[in-house]
Nanobody, 119 residues
Framework: VQLQASGGGLVQTGGSLRLSCSAS????????MGWFRQAPGKEREFVAA????????YYIHSVKGRFTISRDNAKNEVYLQMSSLKPEDTANYYC?????????????WGQGTQVTVSS
């Protein structure tokens, strides 16, 4: 199993970023997928999830209306479109397979992609 997240960067408050995650080594098209993040000194937290088809989505309250999770099963990719970014969104973002809907996942987590929002 390999999950490679990309698309992070430095952005100002109110800006946008689109994260991508490329998956391999498992049947992506039948797997629920999610995004998690970990800020320095904090535990990893769940951010958003998509069921296998993309027909069911789930978000934590703090990102609802600002973030959108989507997927392309033909490409084995899952995305996180982030807008109206805030400094508190600064973290390393990871994608993972959801093992218990909506917010439980197992590794491997990969290296993630760093998102830094400046105030």
């Amino acid at each position: 199993v390999q999950l490679q997240a990309s698309g992070g960067g430095l952005v100002q408050t109110g800006g946008s970023l689109r994260l991508s995650c490329s998956a391999s080594g498992f049947t992506f098209s039948s797997s629920n997928m999610g995004w998690f993040r970990q800020a320095p000194g904090k535990e990893r937290e769940f951010v958003a999830a998509s069921n296998w088809s993309g027909s069911l989505l789930y978000y934590i309250h703090s990102v609802k209306g600002r973030f959108t999770i989507s997927r392309d099963n033909a490409k084995n990719e899952v995305y996180l479109q982030m807008s109206s970014l805030k400094p508190e969104d600064t973290a390393n973002y990871y994608c993972a397979r959801i093992t218990r809907w909506p917010d439980r996942a197992v590794g491997p987590w990969g290296q993630g992609t760093q998102v830094t929002v400046s105030s």
